[in-house]
């Protein structure tokens, strides 16, 4: 049985990734004053590279006008403009590049370069095996709140049952998919990269929940956090860019993974803040998590069909508790 799933995941993906040896070419990569880590941008790099991407489709002159070629380059613009690019499916202001930094090539803040390969991959959430496709699908209904949109006495038991929402197969998974896939091609299939799983917080360093300070992380986010997301959470422009709102109806729903305490402590702690990364303690990146967690947000309609097989996680905080 192990044989046959390693040979169904070579055919799924031999047809999108290339050869695990090939080298990645000049065409795609671009040359910055500071040394890439593994290809991706270093952690510690302040705002003034926020919009710095080793590798852009845009600029890839391998990249030609055939069908792959467009959607690559779309599943680009979405993932760094999703609102803008993908509005049917993202209601509020949130784009996959406000947590996937630098188009998801940069380290320790959740990077996707050579996660295509991974797929499928068992989910703890779903509690099954899901595909590159169910995922984005995930991060389009979670993350960018898609089910904003549906009427507030919606009888739909299941996302995938109202024609409204995401699907594996709509147009902007696909490119988006597409996309992901362009940033892995060259890694080792079935290989996780080094780079991922690098922004969580070791267990040993996660404080209970009970512990948390709300008022100490109100105060933190006050003194280093204000200046790029506001006193009201829902960013501050700089130029024609603003960061994504961090609480109310614009922001991520209740179900996402950001609200989770400790997965949101871990991004904060390696990513933020953008002016000084790296630069807040593991204790006080989780007070910060709690503080922002305490905030209202949209309510995902379909956390009940969340956790049905693995237990409910400890900081899923807009989670009613099960016995």
């Known amino acids: 049985m192990k044989s046959l799933r390693h040979f169904s995941v070579g055919l799924l993906t031999a047809a999108t990734l290339s050869a695990c040896s090939a ?3 000049s065409s795609i990569r671009q040359t910055f004053r500071y040394p890439l880590v593994n290809g991706l941008v270093p952690a510690r790099m302040t705002m003034v590279t926020a919009w710095d991407y080793p590798k852009n489709p845009l600029l890839d002159t391998r990249l030609d006008d055939s069908t792959l070629s467009r959607e690559i380059k779309w599943g680009y613009r979405i993932f760094t403009n999703t609102p803008g690019e993908a509005p049917r499916f993202a209601p509020g202001k949130m784009s996959c590049n406000n947590c996937h930094l630098n188009g998801g090539q940069r380290e320790r803040a959740m990077p996707l370069v050579g996660v295509a390969g991974m797929f499928p991959e068992y989910n703890r959430r779903a509690g099954r095996l899901i595909s590159l496709g169910d995922r984005i699908v995930d991060c389009f ?15 739909v038991a299941n996302p995938a049952d109202d024609p409204a929402l995401p699907t594996p197969t709509s147009r902007e998974v696909l490119a988006i998919s597409a996309y992901l896939t362009w940033l892995s091609r060259g890694a080792t299939m079935g290989t996780n990269p080094s780079s991922r799983g690098r922004n969580t917080l070791a267990p040993a360093t996660l404080v209970p929940l009970n512990a ?8 933190i986010y006050t003194d280093r956090c204000v200046s790029c997301h506001g006193a009201d959470g829902q960013g501050v422009a700089v130029g024609d860019r603003k960061a994504g709102p961090l609480w109310g109806p614009d922001s991520w729903n209740d179900g996402a993974g950001a609200a989770r305490i400790y997965t949101l402590a871990g991004i904060i702690r390696y990513a933020m803040p953008y002016l000084d990364p790296g630069s807040l303690s593991d204790e006080d990146s989780q007070h910060v998590a709690a503080y922002i967690n305490s905030k209202p947000r949209p309510a995902y309609p379909f956390k009940s069909l969340d ?6 996680p ?9 016995k």
């Open 212 to 219: 948390l300070n709300r008022s100490k992380g109100e105060q």
């Open 23 to 25: 080298p990645t070419p």
């Open 314 to 322: 400890s900081d899923a905080v807009y989670y009613p508790k099960r």
């Open 307 to 312: 956790y049905q097989v693995d237990p409910l």
């Open 141 to 155: 209904l979670r993350s960018q709140n898609a089910t904003g949109r549906l009427a507030s006495d919606s009888a």
